[in-house]
């Protein structure tokens, strides 16, 4: 029996494709209405964006949605592009066209205009015109369109050629980045170009847990094989109905359940247990990419979050403290836009507990590991009892700082208190009895 569940590369059957009803229906609207307008995809790593973009061409989806023969797609991956040029990218754009169009003329002219030397906007325009003439709009589908956005060898020129056909409702363009184009900019002149302007962000989320029941259902549709109600929350909780790792969670327990005719609870219980095992070590590379893709300032909401849903007692109070700081930031809602942070009822947090728990060994320090060999003796008695006293006074010190200031702000000048104290403990405990007598 086959795994039904896809995990890792895009979808493109809408037989296989859930959710995201929303954001096709704005997408498809802002398309369909007089302006014909652009929308920019926005969210996380694996979240969906080429699927969607995928999905939205094909002629099951556009009946779905209502969307006339005259709308014509242009799929153009950007992925390996970050060096492209603006003679590059026309020429990518016009070659895409002329396969897609069936027009003999429209062929040869294009033909023409890829023998040049170099291709130019006014080129590019009387593509365009002629292609409106016929009664068609064309959309590009740009898929990690970042990279063209941070591309070195792109100028203003570029952003304002490509605005000026879209403003002049000869193309629509739908991009598909990680995040705010705007962000990636990488020049003042760059960002501050009208282009942005005709974009409206469209974020893909989590999913809802609806949606999350729906892919399960679907999938499992003649499989033979179901999940039970516990089977199911594991999935959605471990995966925060993330659709690439909720299908990687969904794919391990259809494994473990596959070909077994009865399963007991027990089974089932050591079952997920195994799975979310299984899956914490697969999706880790994942957690350290959305790490090391964060800003700082991103990196401390981020453990603030962990802080506030996995510790206990003061440590958890404190977080909350500082998490109603955070409100309404931008920060934090940068997160929440990446889809790495989720909003419940006016409340944030990390969209997986797994990566909460990961968050917090990063910035906590993970327990256990070597030890280290205590030495014996009346000298090491009285250290480690003068070190017990002095962490205790440190700690009551940074409680208290905590209670009125943010720990974090405080974090150094405590800890260089904290080693001058150390020192001269030291010195006193480990001084010859004549020279302790003098001081």
């Excluded at 033909?111 to 906007?121: H, Q």
């Excluded at 006016?346 to 917090?360: C, E």
Aim: glycine share 6%.
């Amino acid at each position: 029996m086959r795994n039904p569940f896809i995990c890792g590369s895009p979808i493109s059957e809408p037989h296989y494709f859930y959710g995201r009803h929303q954001e096709i229906r704005r997408v498809i609207e802002r398309l369909t209405n007089p302006g014909f307008e652009s929308s920019s995809i926005v969210g996380g790593r694996r979240i969906g964006k080429t699927s969607l973009l995928q999905v939205l061409q094909r002629p099951q989806m556009r009946e779905r949605f209502g969307l006339s023969g005259e709308f014509v797609f242009i799929d153009i991956d950007l992925s390996q592009r970050s060096d492209i040029t603006q003679d590059k990218f026309w020429r990518l754009v016009l070659s895409e066209m002329q396969s897609t169009f069936v027009d003999e003329n429209l062929s040869n002219q294009i033909d023409e205009i890829l023998k040049k030397e170099s291709v130019s906007l006014h080129d590019v325009d009387t593509i365009f015109e002629t292609v409106v003439d016929q009664g068609f709009k064309v959309v590009l589908l740009l898929d990690e369109f970042e990279n063209v956005v941070q591309s070195p060898k792109l100028g203003g020129d570029f952003y304002l050629g490509l605005r000026s056909l879209i403003t002049a409702h000869k193309l629509a363009v739908v991009t598909a980045s990680r995040r705010e184009l705007v962000y990636y900019s990488l020049t003042e002149e760059i960002a501050a170009s009208p282009f942005f302007n005709v974009f409206t962000n469209i974020y893909l989320l989590p999913f809802s847990i609806q949606e999350a029941h729906e892919l399960i259902e679907g999938y499992l549709e003649g499989t033979g094989v179901s999940l039970s109600k516990d089977d199911v929350e594991c999935v959605t909780r471990i995966s925060g109905c993330h659709p690439n790792f909720l299908q990687l969670a969904c794919s391990y327990l259809f494994d473990a359940y596959r070909g077994k005719k009865r399963i007991s609870k027990i089974d089932r219980k050591e079952a997920r247990q195994a799975v979310e095992e299984v899956f914490r070590v697969q999706i880790e590379p994942h957690f350290a990419y959305y790490w090391k893709h964060s800003t700082k300032g991103e990196q401390r909401v981020l453990a603030t979050l962990a802080q506030r849903s996995q510790s206990r007692g003061l440590r958890a109070w404190m977080a909350n403290r500082r998490y109603r700081r955070l409100s309404g930031q931008r920060t934090l809602t940068s997160l929440v836009n990446r889809g790495i942070v989720v909003k419940s009822d006016g409340d944030h947090q990390i969209f997986s507990p797994i990566f909460a728990r990961w968050v917090l060994s990063r910035t906590s320090g993970v327990p256990g590991g070597e030890k280290v060999k205590v030495p014996r003796g009346r000298k090491a008695k009285r250290l480690s009892y003068l070190g017990a006293a002095l962490s205790f006074a440190f700690s009551s010190l940074s409680m208290g700082l905590g209670l009125l200031f943010d720990l974090d702000f405080l974090f150094w000048p405590s800890v260089v208190l904290f080693a001058v104290f150390l020192l001269f403990a030291l010195f006193v405990v480990l001084m010859p009895k004549e020279g302790r007598r003098e001081i």
